[in-house]
């Protein structure tokens, strides 16, 4: 009897001295306990239940702030460090989505008007579009109108008024009408830098969000012509430096950064929006003026404000494409976590082929010309004379034309960076032989190169980079030869037409692929589903 005591004894002590144990380690929870419950129901047991409820809960919750603070982290295998850039590691993503619809997004768009809405009534086109939506309480879509001598909205407004010409004003997009919200106590040039950050101030005060989205919506010339043309100040644009300006005083991460406008799809562009933004969805080519089709991916949005960013940037992207119809259209999305490895091996590509790009011009025959009928081609009065593009060169048609050592590694990173690109191909001018992504090489062109002195150092490019350009200057390349694209648009048939580059090995840099798993989202998790790409 004693022995059967003292063997009882020694496995209560001995159970007792593993919870203390496991206690004092911070390693037990509710899931050992109930694994020793069926062991007695004794007094003792429900002692010990009890002591340990307060501190099982305190528990439980640090488990679920750990858990969420683990979402929040972007894995890397342990045996792997992410290839590193000149400047230190490729980024995560500012945006945090928080899944399950809890997401709210507060949606900018940037209306300068001009003649595409004073002549034609575009923007209120575009307007009408978004009032097809019907929006969850979780999403704010909110537009920022001027840059018009004319408006054509007063049967959407909420009181059958006009959108004013001789203000800014601030509209929230309601069910089925607009209703004006904030206006400016006079007119402000929407070209001007502050213009943009007031905008973006307001909205991220009146409309808190975890998701911020912008649309600069206007004409655009690129990434040193820049974005916008005020009717009311006809005198300059709203250069890449300008936004990135505003970018940077309004404290914003954005989500993405779309532009429905022509010719800002360039590498410039990508590289000077970095620091404030995860996405960048442009056109490398001119735009039609009817632009973006806004209607689905805003309702997409409202359905599940938790929609990733990709998949959305790929409703849009298909979307214009299909609007384009009968015209000339391209539209990509941008991973801009890649946008500074991509501006340092094009440098590489670049200055190891200086020779053969100083020797041959690679731009294209990029002439809106092409897209418009004769009669209305001269009706156009702004600032943005349609001509040809004569210093924009597809960076992956470069790579992929010139052979070198650098080609391979620019291919794949501009093919991992380019998230999603879509073209029109049935047309007679298709741009499905463009890839996604432009540079500027201003061959032969010295205003335009004095253009970039001025803007390229103020959003980061680094003197070496700006010197290599003005060598384009003396070129004696003729431009636009067409020689050299011949046959392209066999070569190229969009992006299932190319091999994968995403085992490219860089040497120190590893491959790529190794770090695309699921958590990093750019590629990997809507290869099969969008399946056109790589």
């Not at 037990?28 to 020793?36: P, S, T």
Request: hydrophobic share 35%.
């Amino acid at each position: 009897m004693k022995n059967t005591l003292k063997k009882v004894l020694a496995v209560f002590i001995s159970l007792t001295m593993m919870i203390s144990c496991f206690a004092a380690s911070g390693c037990y929870g509710l899931e050992f306990l109930e694994d020793y419950e069926y062991i007695s129901d004794s007094d003792v047991m429900s002692e010990m239940e009890d002591e340990y409820t307060d501190d099982e809960e305190e528990y439980a919750d640090d488990e679920e702030e750990y858990a969420d603070d683990e979402e929040e982290e972007e894995e890397v295998p342990e045996d792997e460090e992410v290839p590193e850039l000149p400047d230190g590691k490729f980024r995560k993503h500012y945006t945090k989505i928080k899944g399950g619809g809890k997401d709210e997004v507060t949606v900018m768009v940037y209306m300068c008007g001009s003649n595409l809405e004073s002549d034609s009534g575009f923007a209120t086109s575009d307007i009408k579009e978004m009032l097809k939506a019907d929006y969850s309480d979780k999403v704010n879509i909110l537009i920022e109108t001027g840059g018009a001598r004319k408006w054509h909205a007063s049967s959407i407004t909420d009181d059958g008024s006009n959108i004013s010409t001789k203000k800014n004003q601030v509209w929230q997009v309601m069910e089925n009408d607009i209703t004006l919200i904030d206006e400016t106590d006079k007119r402000e040039p929407m070209t001007d830098p502050d213009t943009l950050l007031d905008f973006i101030d307001f909205c991220t005060e009146e409309y808190p969000a975890n998701r911020y989205m912008l649309i600069l919506w206007d004409h655009g010339d690129g990434a040193v012509g820049g974005f916008g043309y005020d009717e009311h100040y006809e005198s300059g644009t709203l250069t890449i430096d300008g936004i990135q300006q505003a970018l940077k005083k309004s404290g914003v991460k954005f989500d993405f950064v779309g532009y429905d406008a022509c010719l800002m799809g360039m590498m410039e562009v990508a590289y000077m929006m970095y620091d404030y933004v995860d996405y960048f969805i442009a056109s490398e080519d001119y735009e039609p003026a009817a632009g973006w089709e806004y209607e689905n991916w805003l309702q997409a949005l409202s359905d599940n404000t938790s929609i990733s960013t990709e998949k959305l940037g790929k409703i849009i992207v298909d979307d214009y494409v299909k609007e384009c119809g009968r015209s000339d259209g391209i539209l990509s999305v941008c991973d801009l976590v890649y946008a500074k490895y991509v501006y340092a091996i094009w440098c590489e590509f670049a200055y190891a082929n200086e020779e053969t790009l100083l020797t041959t011009d690679y731009a294209w025959e990029t002439e809106a010309s092409n897209r418009l009928d004769v009669k209305n081609r001269y009706d156009w009065t702004d600032l943005f004379f349609y001509s040809e593009e004569s210093h924009i060169i597809d960076m992956l048609a470069v790579a992929r034309t010139i052979e070198s050592e650098q080609s391979e590694p620019l291919l794949a990173g501009l093919k991992t960076m380019i998230v999603y690109s879509n073209a029109t191909s049935s047309t007679e001018y298709s741009a499905s032989y463009m890839t996604g992504l432009a540079v500027a090489l201003p061959y032969g062109d010295s205003e335009l190169y004095s253009e970039i002195k001025e803007i390229f150092p103020k959003c980061g490019f680094d003197d070496e980079y700006v010197e290599f350009l003005g060598k384009f200057v003396d070129s004696e390349s003729a431009p636009n030869n067409d020689e050299i694209w011949e046959g392209w648009d066999d070569i190229w048939n969009g992006w299932d037409s190319w091999d994968d580059f995403l085992n490219y090995e860089w040497g120190e840099w590893g491959s790529l692929s190794d770090y695309l798993g699921e958590d990093w989202g750019a590629i990997g998790d809507y290869l099969d589903e969008w399946g056109l790409y790589f």
